[in-house]
Every structure is written in structure tokens, then in C-alpha cells.
């Protein structure tokens, strides 16, 4: 049996990776998990990208465009975008945490 790592978001640093975006990282062979902070009001323009993504809000409130409709989400509610599927996102008026899962690796990510 092959033993698994242990991580904790607490000892792990931020990284800045834009206006408002602070990102931790921990990546696998074939996975990779984000915890994004967003100062309130941050938008992440609508895009689309290859790898298959499911993210949970940990806190705050988001208002997340799908295709071509728009509806808010807060702690608790986890979303399923396939791969390819137009999706973005704005912070509503306070702090956001959302945790992103990938898979393949983003590895756009890793530069």
C-alpha cells in the first residue's frame, strides 16, 4: 500500500496571483487542488479550458456565470464544470474562499 501526504491550508503559504487572488496549491500525479482567497468584489473574467473542474465555497457569497446564465452561490454548494464548459465568476461584498479541483493538472498554473 502506498502512504498518501498530509497537508494543512494553515502552514501553507499564499501566493498572488492577480488584483485580489491569493492561491494555495497542492498537486498530485494526475490532480491538482487550489484554495483561492478573493478580496470581495474581485471578478474572474468567464473562459473555458480543457481540464474537468469542481469547486466548493468554503465562505462568501459568488455570483457565477454558467453558459450563458448567471446565479449566486454560497458556503457549502459545490459546482461541476466539464471540461470546456464557459464559466466565471464575481465575488459579492465580502471575502470569498473557494477550493478548485483539476484534473488533468493545470499545469499553466505551475509556471
Known amino acids: 500500500m502506498i ?18 487572488i491569493e492561491r494555495q496549491m497542492i498537486v498530485g ?23 474537468e473542474q469542481m469547486t466548493i465555497i468554503e465562505k462568501g457569497r459568488v455570483r457565477f456565470t454558467l453558459g450563458e446564465e448567471q446565479k449566486i452561490f454560497g458556503p457549502g454548494d459545490v459546482l461541476h464544470f466539464p471540461s470546456n464548459f464557459w464559466h466565471g465568476a464575481t465575488m459579492l461584498e465580502e471575502e ?10 493545470r499545469e499553466d498554473f505551475l509556471d
Open 96 to 105: 470569498v474562499i473557494l477550493i478548485d479541483i483539476f484534473s488533468p493538472i
Open 3 to 20: 502512504e498518501g501526504l498530509q497537508y494543512n491550508w494553515d502552514e501553507m503559504p499564499f501566493e498572488n496571483v492577480g488584483a485580489g
Open 29 to 51: 500525479e494526475r490532480m491538482m487542488i487550489c484554495r483561492l482567497r478573493f478580496a470581495p468584489l474581485t471578478v474572474t473574467p468567464a473562459h473555458e479550458h480543457p481540464h
